[in-house]
């Protein structure tokens, strides 16, 4: 890794989820490096999409994806409102009580060392417009450091107003924004709101790759017009410009590295033709190189995963959900050796149901955090985790 520098971007160091399906209530510590692991049914998923809906609100598509999602009561928590210490010893049975105490609300935050946020959905008003269905967003709030505090509050946004702590004191901006829009893609003057567009940069720089097609007719397979390009994109349609890209970049001994490391000294190569451009696998011994419509489903995700991890753009933050998927047993320690090194630039997420995976990843990154889901009236839980382990987090109240 000497050839790159190592990220000095802020880390999350906690990842708050409440309401959302079976998260009722998580707070997730998070490390350069974090694995993520549980039986299926646990939770998992939920946490993953829980970190898009994050992603989602920095780019404007926050209240669009919960609509396609079904709309809010359609992701909400379903159990109790609250789940007392006899419904989990079993001497009463899990029952709700009759009416809520709280508002109906979805709720995530993230924290680093020198910022926190904070976003709060809950049901729309009703109206007579056609998009009455749409969740609003009831709350926002910025604050310096990890723990909310009023002290250290430095945006605050409560329905279409929106305050900012000044030198000055507290100062309404807008009276108007709309409950459809986060303050993190509606207010995007950086001088004038460097807070909100530190964390807009981190949390719209995120990336999750688990819709790169493998199938035969998957657009990476085929010639594609050549351009420059540090990020692959979501579907995997620039998977050689992007494998050109690094390879003319200082990422290039990297990314040869993990290939060769995976497939016995294999090499990428790029063929330009008329502007178009094929990806081709070079192995040792064969007397021509592999097309990549020609190789199979697994040795092309983990092509598309090497490129994804190793970008000349490195992201704050890459969420990966299960990508073992369609990998050989055997490149498990590739893989592993691969996401150990891209979390030298990238704060890592792996969401995982394999052990081998996991186990290959405690060997190659000592500094691992492991978390492990577990199911309980319903509800998600972190297995182990108690008060004194559990990231001190505060949720406020609207």
Known sequence: MSEVASSVRPVITTMAVHGYRSLRDVVL???????????????????????RLV???????????????????????????VISAAMRAGT????GTGSRTRPVSLMLGLATDSFSYLVDVGLPTPSDSLFARDPEIKREL?????????????????????KVNGDAGWDTVTETLSTRESVLFALTDPRG?????????EVASWRFHDQVRTDPDAPARKPQVGTWSPVLDHDGQNLAAAVQTILESAWASLLAGAVADAFDGS???????????????????????????????????????????????????????????????????ALARLISAAAACTQIV?????????????????DVVRHELVKELGETRVADQGLLSRPTWNWGSR
């Open 29 to 51: 510590p998070l490390g350069r490096l974090t694995v993520v692991t549980g039986a299926n049914g646990s939770g998992k998923s939920s946490l993953y999409q829980a970190f």
């Open 193 to 201: 709101f460097p807070e909100l567009a530190q964390i807009r940069a």
């Open 92 to 95: 009463v049975p899990v029952e």
């Open 55 to 81: 992603s989602d609100a920095a780019n404007g598509r926050l209240v669009s994806s919960l609509a396609h999602a079904g709309g809010l009561s359609s992701v909400l928590w379903a159990g109790p409102e």
């Open 142 to 162: 910025v604050w310096d450091g990890p723990v909310l505090r009023p002290a250290a509050s430095l945006v605050s946004r409560k329905r279409t107003m929106v």
């Open 267 to 333: 090499l990428l190569e790029v063929e330009e033709s008329q502007g178009l451009f094929l990806l081709r696998l070079r192995q040792p011994g064969m007397l021509r190189p592999m097309g990549i419509s020609e190789v199979s489903d697994g040795t092309l995700r983990y092509v598309a995963l090497a490129v994804a991890l190793l970008s000349p753009r490195p992201p704050g933050l890459v969420v990966l959900n299960e990508p073992e998927t369609s990998l050989h047993p055997q490149l498990t320690g």
């Open 350 to 366: 792996v969401v995982t149901h394999s052990a081998a995976l996991v186990e290959a990843l405690d060997h190659t990154e000592p």
